[in-house]
């Protein structure tokens, strides 16, 4: 059963593959230029939104911190 599931995981990756290189016109080095672009996009989004959270969550821990004091 565990070995048909990383089969059925091999085959999505390898058809996740070919799509990527066929969107470049079966250019893999222009495939792997894509990917890695796409993974510094999503690095800076996650930095964007956890940097965010953490603005949301300022305003919560500072009320608690005052109500600590009275």
Known sequence: MHAEKLSDQD?????DVDAVIVSCDGDARAAVRALIVQVAYL?????YFSGRSLL???P???SQEMGDRD
Do not use: N
């Not at 085959?11 to 058809?15: A, I, V, Y």
């Not at 690095?43 to 930095?47: A, D, L």
């Open 11 to 15: 085959d999505d990756l390898e058809r």
């Open 43 to 47: 690095e800076r989004e996650i930095q």
């Open 56 to 58: 949301r969550l300022q």
């Open 60 to 62: 919560a821990v500072a």
